[in-house]
């Protein structure tokens, strides 16, 4: 028992399980073994993980290099005395720290859905008695059974099963419950594919079973998940990415200018305490203090209209990724596929049907050759439809909410057939009531059902089209009569059939004695008619097809990672269109998870970029595929809805969960949830985040030339020898006042109408482009020479010092309202615009000049930042420059649209 995790127990006999665990399949264990396997393997629940408490986290948040200059700032400012200019530096400090310290612990609220997801109780056999115990107390060795309805508690190795199935979507990606049996499989057997397994956290929805608990908590398939998921680096995304790299070439630029400013007034003879304050008052003008803010609040803004799109954020920098996602890697069911098997072809009496219709609503005509028919005309169809609805244990109901299934998809996907042709199921029971049933078991593959009608006794059994095919002697013809049987025929329409992705049942009949009351397995064993065929599928979302051939139009891919059947998903991704060069009626080409098991990094690499479909893919090598993508330079978007996409969903660059279908860890682990787990959401999810990135990039070209304007004054006034004619405490009061009234106006701009024809962004882009530079320069120098001729015009007047700073200032806040205009789009004019698309705009200018009122004449204000009242034709010439600024501008943009 001391290598339990390394054994691969599907491939070993029950006897050789028993043994290695030293349990006995009928007593199970006694106490005082449980005790001791307790002491020794730990209780069956997952290991929490530790994390920075929420000082350390807090603290973390000023470990920024920005921070660390504005910190010094206040240090300096406090052993000169200046209280005021201290306090006001470290509040923008402060509140910045807050914000950031609010959006963390998100991996942490991950690993414990997970913990969550483990917690059930299970019925297990302790020294020859069932207990009802709960299921972080049971140990390796165990003796579990199991019953419809039951979450599986740990891993087991089945030793008998009854018509067991098992949901196991959540955890491998199939679309419906798997069928359990207990026979030894192969070494090389996929986790997909282990039918003698149950796994932890998985739902039992029909039969019942028994097993041995081979491996608790952190060794269980979900625990190793556990693991991946805390493993999985969190990728910083495009955004900070981008912010950090400009964050540090601004750092370096503002410490090297600081650095000349101060060595230069040493060599003009200033005394090192001026020149020091005068390399601190450029540090603390060219860092752009408010963009911190604005950015969390610009995001912010983008979150609510996601939600209102039916799309939630939990990650802030997550609505920017979505605009500059290249390729879309999503799980197939329930993502975009409806999740609701679904009859879409029939074979009866030598003839091909189609039937209309999607999910469990019963309604749709059946077609042949593209006409409706009367199933009354075609005795043998009705027969085969009448075969899936009395040959079933499950229901179709209808709730608030829609239709739904009380049972297993595949019989629910019969009976809705059976509707659709009109049958009544609970006419179609009172008129055939059953007598008995033969129920399903994975070792024979078929299920079969005895009813009356009337004085006679009716067999029907549906199975696998091997099992029946061999017990038939006839085929019901298409006048009802009996013909012989032709097997290469019938399998040459299953292989049409299944070539299109869809899962396919058989049926047959037999008319048994009268009196018959139970039937046997040799009641089944031969002499059976041949009805016909049923082919199903897991139809695709209507909406998702819409959704993928928008985001290829967006320059998106989208890519297919499932744990269903190859064939299903290249059906799937055929009906969908993830690969535009292809006709809906063509199926792309699919790589399996062991074909994948065996490739090196590098195949790895090429394969996830050429290649549209992956199926029977393991939760490992989903997040190896994002990995694989995010090599070659791609922005990942992760969409899934089970507790198998989490790894991936945290590794992407942004996680997309299903809110309706998804698991709790699957939210907890994603960026974005969709409460209508409607792919057509991540388009406008994708449109929202490129529009707020649009409005970032406005922000960043409109901020940033106060920040070089006050800057180059600086230098200026240093290079001259003249007196500052901005103060450190006024270059804040600038930075904040015009970043949150005036800036953020930009994040309510709406979306420019061109926003989603465009290519994504290259990931490696710089947030701004030369052009955007360019014009951050131009800006900043107009702002350096209206700000410095107007400052040094009033002391030429005979203003006092606090006067001529006051104009300098207001240059700043005048012309940047002036330029905020020209910001609203990057490319077209104010005019074209419309002057009154938003709104905010005017009102954040008036709010401005509201303030640099207050700023100017308040006696307080005046105190605090060392400024003085100015009159009418300061405010004339200031304007002055303002339009100035407006105009080159406007004049540059048109330029440039020709």
Known sequence: MQTLLDKHWHHLPQEEVLDLLDADSSRGLDRFEVQHRMERFGPNALTPRKGHGSLVRFLLQFNQALVYILLLAVVVKLLLGAWVDAGVIFGVVLINSLIGFLQEGKALRAL??????????????????????????????????????????????????????IDESALTGESVPVEKESEVLGHDTVLADRSNMAYSSTLVTHGTGAGVVTVTGDGTEIGRISELIAGAEVLATPLTRKMARFAHILLYAILGLATVTFAVGLWHGKSWVDMFMAAVALAVAMI??????????????????????????????????????????????GTLTRNEMTTQHLWAGNADFEIAGVGYNPVGAIRQADQPVEVSAHPTLGELLRAGLLCNDSAVKQNEDGWYIEGDPTEGALLVAARKAGLDVSQTHERYPRLDTIPFKSQYRYMATLHADGDKRLLYMKGSVENLLSRCDTILGEDGEHLPLDVSTIHAKVDAIAGNGLRVLAFACRELPVGTAHIGRDDVAAGLVFLGIQGMIDPPREEAVRAVNIC????????????????????????????????????????????????????????????TVFARVAPEQKLRLVEALQARGEVVAMTGDGVNDAPALRRADIGIAMGITGTEVAKEAADMVLTDDNFSTI?????????????????????????AGQGLVIIAAVLAGRTLPVLPVQALWINMTTAVLLGLTLAFEPREPDIMSRRPRLPGAPVLNRKMIFRILQVGLLLLFGSFSLFEWALLRGASIAEARTIAVNVFAVGQSFYLLNCRSLRLSIFQLGLGSNPLIWVGIVAMMTVQLLFTYVPLM?????????????????LVVGMIIYVIIAVEKAWRRR
């Open 552 to 611: 290829r139009d967006a320059g998106i891919r989208v890519k297919m990672i499932t744990g269903d059947h190859a064939m299903t998903a290249a059906a799937i991704a055929g009906q969908i269109g993830l690969d535009g060069e292809m006709t809906p009626d063509e199926m792309p080409a699919v790589l399996t998870g062991r074909e994948l098991e065996t490739m090196a990094d590098a195949e790895l690499i090429e394969a996830a970029t050429d290649t």
């Open 862 to 878: 005046n105190r605090l930042f060392h400024t003085a009242p100015i009159g009418l034709f300061d405010w004339v010439r200031i």
């Open 288 to 333: 752009p203090e408010g963009l911190p803010a604005v950015l969390t609040i610009t995001l912010a803004i983008g979150v609510s209209r996601m939600a209102a799109r039916h799309a939630i954020i939990s990650h802030l920098p997550a609505v920017e990724t979505l605009g500059s996602t290249t390729i879309i890697c999503s799980d197939k069911t």
């Open 112 to 165: 414990e859905a997970l913990a969550r997801a483990m917690t059930a109780e299970a019925t297990v056999l302790r020294a020859g008695e069932k207990h009802r115990i709960d299921a972080k107390d049971l140990v390796p060795g165990d003796i579990v059974l199991l019953a419809s309805g039951d979450k599986v508690p740990a891993d087991l190795r089945l030793m008998s099963s009854r018509s067991l199935q």
């Open 683 to 707: 388009e406008a999810a994708v449109e929202e985040g490129r529009g707020v990135f649009d409005n970032l990039v406005k922000f960043l070209t409109w901020i940033l030339p106060t920040n």
